[in-house]
């Protein structure tokens, strides 16, 4: 059996039927497939619904305004947290730790004095 088609026989590819010879049939063609969605250049998305000026513009105005809220909620917490003073922390450190050498070196006297 041959390649090639036969009158009736449908090309997938899209641009219609064409016997062997190269002519084109007449009887039995299938229209080229049509793709998905809106043809291109169509502008209706922007125009009506989701993507109209309005409801973009109110979308960005309400997020706007939820992260201003956010900022104004985030200073009102940071303004509750207590300041630290890390300088005191490490001074406190550095007395324990001198605090705890100055007995380690009591504890060795004593025992070096019992002996």
Same mark, same amino acid.
Request: aromatic fraction near 4%; charged fraction near 30%; hydrophobic fraction near 35%.
């Given at each position: 059996?041959?390649?090639?088609?036969?009158?009736?026989?449908?090309?997938?590819?899209?641009?219609?039927?064409?016997?062997?010879?190269?002519?084109?049939?007449?009887?039995?063609?299938?229209?080229?497939?049509?793709?998905?969605?809106?043809?291109?250049?169509?502008?209706?998305?922007?125009?009506?619904?989701?993507?109209?000026?309005?409801? =973009? %513009?109110? @979308?960005?105005?309400?997020?706007? +305004?939820? *992260?201003?809220?956010? /900022?104004q909620q985030r200073s009102a917490w940071i303004a509750t947290v207590p300041q630290t003073d890390y300088n005191a922390i490490?001074?406190?450190? =550095? %007395?324990? @730790?001198?605090?705890?050498?100055? +007995?380690? *070196?009591?504890?060795? /006297?004593?025992?070096?004095?019992?002996?």
């Amino acid at each position: 059996m041959s390649n090639s088609m036969r009158l009736g026989d449908f090309d997938r590819s899209g641009s219609g039927n064409v016997d062997s010879a190269g002519s084109e049939k007449v009887l039995g063609t299938m229209p080229p497939k049509r793709k998905p969605g809106a043809p291109i250049g169509n502008a209706n998305a922007l125009k009506h619904g989701r993507y109209s000026k309005r409801i =973009r %513009a109110a @979308r960005l105005a309400a997020l706007q +305004a939820t *992260v201003k809220e956010r /900022e104004q909620q985030r200073s009102a917490w940071i303004a509750t947290v207590p300041q630290t003073d890390y300088n005191a922390i490490v001074d406190a450190l =550095r %007395a324990l @730790r001198r605090s705890k050498e100055a +007995a380690n *070196v009591q504890l060795a /006297e004593q025992f070096s004095d019992r002996d």
